[in-house]
Every structure is written in C-alpha cells, then in structure tokens.
C-alpha cells in the first residue's frame, strides 16, 4: 500500500510538474505577443526625497495583463522573458516608454528603469539607451538603470564597457535589492553607482528602536554616504516606517505609504499636484510621536 502511494504521490509530482512546465511554455509563447497586442503597461511607483521632503521621481515597473489569466506578476514572466530572450525587446520597450513618459514632467523628476542581467550579453545595449534618449530628449542626469548584482555574476568585457558606456552618457546607476543574494561589497566597486536600493526584506521592524534590521540598514546608509552615493529603501508600508528611515538617513523612500505603481495619468496627476502644493499633505507622512 506504501509503495502505491508513493507511487500516487510520484504521479501527482510528475503531473504538477508537467503541468508547471506547460503553463511556462504557455505564457512564453503569450508574452510574444503581448507587445503586438497591447497587454504590456508601464506602471510609475513614486520615490521621495524624505530628506527634503518632496518628490524626487518614480520607477517604471512592467505589467502584463493576460486576456485570460489576468495579471501576471513580474515575478513570474520576467524570468520566463529572460530565459526565452523577449527581454531585449521587452526591456527595450520600458525604456523607450518610460523616457517618452517622464520627459514630459518637469525636469527635477527623475526615471528609474530595471534593467535585466541579460540585457548586458546583448552588445547594442548602450547604443539602446543612447537611442531612447535621444528620440525623447530626456536629459540623461534623470535617467537612472537600476541593476542587480546579478549583471556581475557573468562579468564579461562587453558588461564592462557597457557600464563604463552608460556612465559616460550621463545616466545614473542604482544597485538595487541590495542586501538579498550575495551582496559583496566589490560589486560596489564595479560600476559608478550613484544609488543603494536597500531591498524590501530590510524594512520590516524598521520601526521599532531594538529592529534587528535596524543596524543593517544604518550601517547600509554609513557605506553609502561614506561613497559618496544616496539611498533608496524599498518597500515602505506604513508612516512610522517612513519616519524611522527618514531618522536613520535614507535619502529617498519607496513604497506603499507613499503610493502604489500607478499609471502615467495617475503619476502625471501627482506630479501636478505637488507642484502646487495641494499633494502634499495627503502624501507627507504622519508625525509620530
Ligand atoms: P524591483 O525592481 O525591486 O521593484 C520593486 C518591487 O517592489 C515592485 O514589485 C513594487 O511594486 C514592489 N513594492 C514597492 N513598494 C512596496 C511595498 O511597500 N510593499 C510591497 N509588498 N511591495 C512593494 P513589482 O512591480 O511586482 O516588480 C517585481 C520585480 O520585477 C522588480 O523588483 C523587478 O526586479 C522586476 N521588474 C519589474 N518591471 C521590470 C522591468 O521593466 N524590467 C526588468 N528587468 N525587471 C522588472
Ligand atoms: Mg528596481
Ligand atoms: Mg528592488
Ligand atoms: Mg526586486
């Protein structure tokens, strides 16, 4: 009887993982034509200077809304895009969308767009940018490519020279999720960072004065000040979180507290209504006491 469960169990594996594998062929072949047939969005998360207290720009984030399954997560198809190639094209298409889209706002608001490890093999990549750039005349300080470490973990001369490329056009790089995966302080060194994204997973407990993440996110901010970079932390969910990073020293916050990603009419919207003055109060954080 054991053995005939295990073999049940067995088969139910194997059907699960069929079923896995299908549903992965199933959304590639999909997401080849969900370009073509307008189910990709590019969402705008606000990223605020609580230093300073305003708005300092947004980060474009991809959405794929699937005429059966709905919305698909990030999560899920971008590692599908990448390991089927679509990325290149994909990526190339938020940058191009997100260059047009924040051109329009005024100039002290910055852009940040993801950009894949795997966007890196591809030798055009800087001749993309330069491109995207240039057809929505976006001056380049207010671009920022947030990049993983995962574009280091196969360090190629191409990589190099890309990030050297990209440096000398004016655009900003960020380090983002950092903290997660191996994190070696080398990666630092590997480009001309001007940003550490503190990840998400660093936030929680921020809040309370004995936070086990509390050191770490200090002793993140000490190393970015003392390399003359900024810091953004992710993933910001309540007031009192904004607070307690806006005491530590983190330039820049984003996350819930301060919106969700939104549409560009919604992001235009903010952006107007900060401007002159009316968003505020609805977007400044409540003070603790
Ligand atoms: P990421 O670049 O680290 O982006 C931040 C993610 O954290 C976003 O998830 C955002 O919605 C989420 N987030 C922000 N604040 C909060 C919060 O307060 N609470 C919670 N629970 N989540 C928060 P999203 O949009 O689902 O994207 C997930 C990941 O997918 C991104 O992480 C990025 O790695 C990737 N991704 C999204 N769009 C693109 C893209 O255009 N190109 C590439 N290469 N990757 C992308
Ligand atoms: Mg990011
Ligand atoms: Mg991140
Ligand atoms: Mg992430």
């Given at each position: 009887a054991a053995k005939q469960a295990g073999r049940g169990a067995y088969?139910?594996?194997?059907?699960?993982?069929?079923?896995?594998?299908?549903?992965r062929r199933s959304l590639e072949m999909d997401l080849r034509g969900a370009l073509a047939s307008d189910q990709l969005q590019v969402v705008y998360q606000p990223i605020f200077d609580v230093q300073q207290d305003r708005l300092a720009g947004f980060e474009a984030l991809l959405r794929w809304s699937h005429p059966v399954r709905g919305m698909v997560?990030?999560?899920q198809f971008i590692p599908i895009a990448e390991?089927?190639?679509?990325?290149?094209?994909?990526?190339e298409w938020v940058l191009r969308t997100a260059c047009m889209e924040a051109g329009q706002w005024p100039e002290h608001i910055r852009i940040a767009v993801n950009l894949s490890p795997v966007q890196f093999?591809?030798?055009?990549?800087?001749?993309?940018?330069?491109?995207a750039l240039a057809s929505s005349q976006i001056t380049p300080?207010?671009?920022?490519?947030?990049?993983?470490?995962?574009?280091?973990?196969?360090?190629?001369?191409?990589?190099?020279?890309?990030?050297?490329?990209?440096?000398?056009?004016?655009?900003?790089?960020?380090?983002?999720?950092?903290?997660?995966?191996?994190?070696s302080l080398g990666y630092l060194r590997k480009a001309s960072f001007s940003k550490i994204k503190i990840d998400r997973s660093f936030i929680r407990g921020i809040d309370s004065p004995d936070g086990e993440n509390v050191p770490i996110v200090r002793a993140v901010v000490a190393l970015a000040d003392s390399l003359g970079m900024i810091t953004?932390?992710?993933?910001?969910?309540?007031?009192?979180?904004?607070?307690a990073l806006r005491n530590i020293g983190c330039t820049q916050v984003q996350g819930f507290a301060y919106g969700k990603p939104m549409s560009y009419e919604a992001a235009s919207a903010l952006v107007a209504s900060m401007e002159s003055g009316t968003g505020h109060a609805i977007l400044k954080p409540r003070e603790t006491r």
């Open positions: 088969r139910f594996y194997e059907a699960s993982m069929r079923t896995a594998a299908e549903t997560s990030p999560e390991e089927s190639g679509l990325i290149s094209s994909l990526g093999y591809n030798t055009g990549l800087s001749s993309t940018v330069m491109s300080d207010r671009v920022e490519l947030e990049i993983t470490e995962g574009v280091f973990l196969q360090e190629t001369n191409t990589t190099r020279l890309t990030l050297q490329q990209l440096h000398e056009m004016g655009v900003r790089l960020a380090l983002d999720d950092f903290g997660t995966g191996y994190s953004t932390a992710e993933g910001a969910e309540t007031p009192e979180e904004i607070h």
